[in-house]
Antibody, heavy 119, light 112 residues
Framework: EVQLVESGGGLVQPGRSLRLSCAAS????????MSWVRQAPGKGLEWVGF??????????EYAASVKVRFTISRDDSKNIAYLQMNSLKTEDTAVYYC??????????WGQGTLVTVSS | DIVMTQSPDSLAVSLGERATINCKSS????????????LAWYQQKPGQPPKLLIY???TRESGVPDRFSGSGSGTDFTLTISSLQAEDVAVYFC????????FGGGTKVEIK
């Protein structure tokens, strides 16, 4: 069964950092780009960014709202994608979803992990 | 970025009746070289992640009931639920992947 499981969310103060993980199983992780999408409480969906597969250079793309502050990486030996979030702001409060894929539609989503940025 | 505007924000439909959700993009998402519309639809139920229903504007994802259909081209798209079932109560989002991915604001579907 194809599965994505996010972890690492929690309560963090503004200006601090947090790293989310996305553990993948049921497919050849290294063959796919991996993305992050977030959803603020009661709001819509916002694409955060993605990382290409190593075959396609392993490069990253980010939304303007998080560029410079957020970094996506991957460890294909562990089948894990990461989202490093620095200089967090209250407006970064959201459920963060990991998805399989990069620049197209997303057939596979994790259950999400909640990040709350508050003092 | 392409702005996706959905309408209505919410709608209430009787069981067995048709539900129609609209999505308009600020620029065309039809890629001429492939003649494909880079548009997807998702369903999200409370406490769950979004579920892909439709991609390429009208291709139904495997396992999605055929009462769900997508249509439209260029800048105007529609998701239709032909006969609303109780389990279809959810928020529906459109998404374009023509350029940097963006989503519509969502349409909440309820039972009348």
């Amino acid at each position: 069964e194809v599965q994505l499981v996010e972890s690492g969310g929690g309560l963090v103060q503004p200006g601090r950092s947090l790293r989310l993980s996305c553990a993948a199983s049921g497919f050849t992780f290294g063959d796919y780009a991996m993305s992050w999408v977030r959803q603020a409480p009661g709001k819509g969906l916002e694409w955060v960014g993605f990382i290409r597969s190593k075959l396609h250079g392993g490069t990253t793309e980010y939304a303007a709202s998080v560029k410079v502050r957020f970094t996506i990486s991957r460890d294909d030996s562990k089948n894990i994608a990461y989202l490093q979030m620095n200089s967090l702001k209250t407006e970064d409060t959201a459920v963060y979803y990991c998805t399989r894929g990069g620049t197209y539609y997303y057939p596979i989503w994790g259950q999400g992990t909640l990040v709350t940025v508050s003092s | 970025d392409i702005v996706m505007t959905q309408s209505p924000d919410s709608l209430a439909v009787s069981l067995g009746e048709r539900a129609t959700i609209n999505c308009k993009s600020s620029q065309s998402v039809l890629y001429s070289s492939t003649n494909r519309n880079y548009l997807a639809w998702y369903q999200q139920k409370p406490g769950q992640p979004p579920k892909l229903l439709i991609y390429w504007a009208s291709t139904r994802e495997s396992g999605v009931p055929d009462r769900f259909s997508g249509s439209g081209s260029g800048t105007d798209f529609t998701l239709t639920i032909s006969s609303l079932q109780a389990e279809d109560v959810a928020v529906y989002f459109c998404q374009q992947y023509y350029t940097t991915l963006t989503f519509g604001g969502g349409t909440k579907v309820e039972i009348k």
